[in-house]
């Protein structure tokens, strides 16, 4: 584990003290940076999810998948 990644992430991206950090389960480390990644690329792009162009064709049995 690259304790220094976790620690820099902590600090500068998320903006949480060495100590704060230092108290933080991986797993709410890394919770709270997917959510960092999602929202940075919101603000980037504009756009949260990418528009999926509508494929399916009107059948009689709708409830099938094509």
Known sequence: IDFSWIL???TKMLGFT???V???TFKKW???YTYFKTYHNFCISKQLFAE???TTH???DEWLPN
């Open 8 to 10: 820099f992430v902590g």
């Open 18 to 20: 060495e100590n704060e």
């Open 22 to 24: 230092g108290h933080f």
């Open 30 to 32: 890394d919770l709270l």
């Open 52 to 54: 999926k162009e509508n």
């Open 58 to 60: 009107q059948t009689s």
